[in-house]
Nanobody, 124 residues
């Protein structure tokens, strides 16, 4: 059964760090694009970062220089390293996989598979 399993969320003080993991089973990231989205109550999912099938990365302006997404092909896992966290980074973070050799879409409806989501809470 193809699925993505997320882990690594939690509660952290502003300025702290967290690393989110997105492990794939029955799927592979090597021929797919992936994206990280976050959602806060009452709002739509927001694209945060993504990686193309070839490994190129993209980030929204508010997280550039603080967040890094990278892939471990041997573990079939993608990570989102989040440093210098701010209260406005709070939300449920989802990883998504878009099958095909493309750049990561910024719209959530394009994705084929989703992780279950993990809560990130940054206190001030």
């Amino acid at each position: 059964q193809a699925q993505l399993v997320e882990s690594g969320g939690g509660l952290v003080q502003a300025g702290g760090s967290l690393r989110l993991s997105c492990a794939a089973s029955g799927l592979t990231f090597s021929n797919s694009a992936m994206g990280w989205f976050r959602q806060v109550p009452g709002e739509d999912q927001e694209f945060v970062a993504g990686m193309s099938w070839s490994g190129g990365t993209t980030y929204i302006d508010s997280v550039k220089g603080r967040f890094t997404t990278y892939r471990d092909n041997a573990k079939n896992t993608v990570y989102l390293q989040m440093n210098s966290l701010k209260p406005e980074d709070t939300g449920v973070y989802y990883c998504g996989l878009y099958v095909g050799r493309f750049a990561p879409p910024t719209g959530p409806t394009d994705y084929d598979y989703w992780g279950q989501g993990t809560q990130v809470t940054v206190s001030s």
